[in-house]
Protein backbone atom coordinates (compact mmCIF):
# COMPACT_ATOMS: atom_id res chain seq x y z
CA UNK A 1 0.00 0.00 0.00
CA UNK A 2 2.82 1.92 0.71
CA UNK A 3 4.52 1.45 -2.22
CA UNK A 4 1.06 2.73 -4.09
CA UNK A 5 1.55 6.23 -2.24
CA UNK A 6 4.88 7.22 -3.17
CA UNK A 7 4.13 6.21 -6.87
CA UNK A 8 1.00 8.02 -7.09
CA UNK A 9 2.88 11.24 -5.63
CA UNK A 10 6.10 10.67 -8.13
CA UNK A 11 3.10 10.46 -10.61
CA UNK A 12 1.88 13.86 -9.24
CA UNK A 13 5.05 15.65 -8.95
CA UNK A 14 6.58 14.61 -12.65
CA UNK A 15 2.90 15.55 -14.08
CA UNK A 16 3.09 19.22 -12.07
CA UNK A 17 6.88 19.59 -13.80
CA UNK A 18 5.38 19.06 -17.13
CA UNK A 19 2.37 21.26 -16.51
CA UNK A 20 5.00 23.72 -15.86
CA UNK A 21 7.25 23.52 -18.63
CA UNK A 22 3.94 23.26 -20.91
CA UNK A 23 3.26 26.42 -19.57
CA UNK A 24 5.20 28.60 -21.91
CA UNK A 25 5.50 25.52 -24.03
CA UNK A 26 9.29 25.07 -22.83
CA UNK A 27 9.84 27.72 -26.15
CA UNK A 28 9.24 31.45 -26.87
CA UNK A 29 5.66 32.53 -27.13
CA UNK A 30 6.22 34.19 -30.72
CA UNK A 31 9.27 34.53 -32.92
CA UNK A 32 7.73 38.29 -33.86
CA UNK A 33 10.71 40.94 -33.42
CA UNK A 34 10.43 42.62 -30.25
CA UNK A 35 9.03 45.95 -32.20
CA UNK A 36 5.37 43.77 -32.95
CA UNK A 37 5.48 43.09 -29.34
CA UNK A 38 2.44 45.33 -27.50
CA UNK A 39 3.65 47.05 -24.32
CA UNK A 40 2.89 45.07 -21.01
CA UNK A 41 -0.14 47.55 -19.70
CA UNK A 42 -1.56 46.51 -22.81
CA UNK A 43 -1.38 42.34 -22.25
CA UNK A 44 -3.43 42.65 -18.82
CA UNK A 45 -5.60 39.68 -19.22
CA UNK A 46 -8.84 41.17 -16.39
CA UNK A 47 -11.67 40.86 -18.78
CA UNK A 48 -11.15 37.13 -18.55
CA UNK A 49 -11.32 37.12 -14.90
CA UNK A 50 -7.93 37.82 -13.61
CA UNK A 51 -6.01 40.05 -11.37
CA UNK A 52 -2.70 40.62 -12.14
CA UNK A 53 0.17 41.34 -9.45
CA UNK A 54 3.37 41.48 -11.42
CA UNK A 55 3.95 41.10 -14.63
CA UNK A 56 7.53 40.65 -17.20
CA UNK A 57 9.05 39.81 -20.05
CA UNK A 58 10.84 36.54 -20.15
CA UNK A 59 11.98 34.12 -22.89
CA UNK A 60 9.78 36.07 -25.60
CA UNK A 61 6.97 35.40 -23.39
CA UNK A 62 4.99 37.79 -21.19
CA UNK A 63 4.91 36.58 -17.26
CA UNK A 64 1.38 37.46 -15.64
CA UNK A 65 1.62 36.50 -11.94
CA UNK A 66 -1.77 36.92 -11.22
CA UNK A 67 -4.78 35.81 -9.10
CA UNK A 68 -8.19 34.21 -10.81
CA UNK A 69 -11.60 34.94 -9.78
CA UNK A 70 -11.43 32.77 -6.29
CA UNK A 71 -8.32 34.08 -5.14
CA UNK A 72 -5.75 31.48 -6.31
CA UNK A 73 -2.50 32.34 -7.58
CA UNK A 74 -1.98 31.94 -11.50
CA UNK A 75 1.20 32.31 -13.52
CA UNK A 76 0.00 33.13 -17.35
CA UNK A 77 2.20 32.80 -20.24
CA UNK A 78 0.73 35.09 -22.81
CA UNK A 79 2.29 35.98 -26.15
CA UNK A 80 3.50 39.74 -26.31
CA UNK A 81 2.37 40.15 -30.18
CA UNK A 82 -1.39 39.97 -29.50
CA UNK A 83 -2.30 39.00 -25.31
CA UNK A 84 -3.23 35.72 -25.91
CA UNK A 85 -3.26 33.26 -23.21
CA UNK A 86 -0.68 30.41 -24.20
CA UNK A 87 -0.09 28.75 -20.79
CA UNK A 88 -0.54 28.33 -17.11
CA UNK A 89 1.04 27.26 -14.62
Known amino acids: MRK ?3 LTVAA ?3 GAAASAQAGSLG ?3 TTAPEAQ ?4 AQLQVEAQGYK ?6 KNACGELY ?10 LFV ?3 NGQIIGQM
Not at 37 to 40: A, F, S, T, Y
Not at 66 to 75: Q, Y
Open 4 to 6: IAI
Open 12 to 14: VAL
Open 27 to 29: KPC
Open 37 to 40: WLPM
Open 52 to 57: VQKAKL
Open 66 to 75: TLDKNGNRVE
Open 79 to 81: DPT
